[in-house]
């Protein structure tokens, strides 16, 4: 068995598509990045490269190399989950918190679940999102930025 961890942060900004999960949630603020920018599926191969000591997403798809540009994160995650296959292992289960102050995300939860669980080959039942606020402290209260917290358990097959 193995555990890993992953956080990821992004700052929020108006016009741009708000994806997390893997799905598109109504809103007039997204997150900024070279990619899509989608916190909690890079959180969560951040948790699978980390629980097999293979580094970061940042090592893996830079956001200096215009290949990932503006790039689909499910795909970065199908490449992660790939990395993680080959060795022999598989996901037992995933715990993730989001941080942000709006919009509210918990009704995307179950289609997030299904999305991420579909790319990862495991059941929806294995995968936990949850979310916070920070009662309007920091940047994620003034609404400047979003979080997402990651662990991820393996078992080699």
Not at 101 to 107: D, G, H, L, Q, S
Request: overall charge negative; aromatic content about 8%; glycine content about 10%.
């Amino acid at each position: 068995m193995r555990i890993g961890f992953g956080i990821d942060f992004h700052q929020m900004a108006e016009g741009r598509a708000f994806w997390l999960g893997g799905v598109q949630i109504p809103s007039t603020r997204g997150a900024v990045g070279h990619s899509d920018a989608d916190v909690l599926i890079h959180a969560i191969c951040d948790a699978l490269l980390g629980a097999l000591a293979l580094g970061d997403i940042g090592q893996h798809f830079p956001n200096t190399d215009a290949a990932y540009k503006d790039i689909d994160s499910k795909i970065l995650l199908v490449m992660t989950w790939e990395m993680i296959k080959v060795r022999g292992y598989r996901v037992v289960n995933i715990d993730s918190t989001v941080t942000l102050e709006a919009p509210k995300i918990m009704k995307y939860a179950p289609a997030m679940r299904e999305t991420m669980a579909r790319s990862l080959e495991i059941a929806v039942e294995d995968i936990s999102i949850k979310a916070t606020t920070t009662e309007q402290m920091g940047f994620v209260g003034r609404g400047e930025g979003i979080v997402a917290y990651a662990v991820v358990l393996l078992e080699r097959i």
